[in-house]
């Protein structure tokens, strides 16, 4: 498991049997954005075998247009690398989606 402290954004990694989980805490931001990215892109990249990334998201607070741009990315560049991507504990105001 490892911790990436940020101002108002923390993410925590954790190994899977069959992928990642990145529990991400705090605010998805114009600020924090780069961070998710940047570490699930890391994730992506040390991983070959990498079959599934899980986005923890029960203790997302808010996420303003860079934020969903960053999400929008990463599931753009691990679906193109064959992962799939699931956004567990979604806040109850998110609606439904295929991501």
Known sequence: MTTHPEQHLQL?????RDGVR???RGDLDYLSADVLMEEATAQL???SALTVLHLGCADLHAVDSMGL???LLIHRRITAAGVRLHLDDRP?????SSV
């Open 22 to 24: 990145i529990e991400i």
């Open 92 to 96: 109850a105001n998110w609606t439904d």
């Open 12 to 16: 925590t990694t954790v190994d899977l």
């Open 45 to 47: 990249a040390d991983r």
């Open 69 to 71: 741009s960053a999400l």
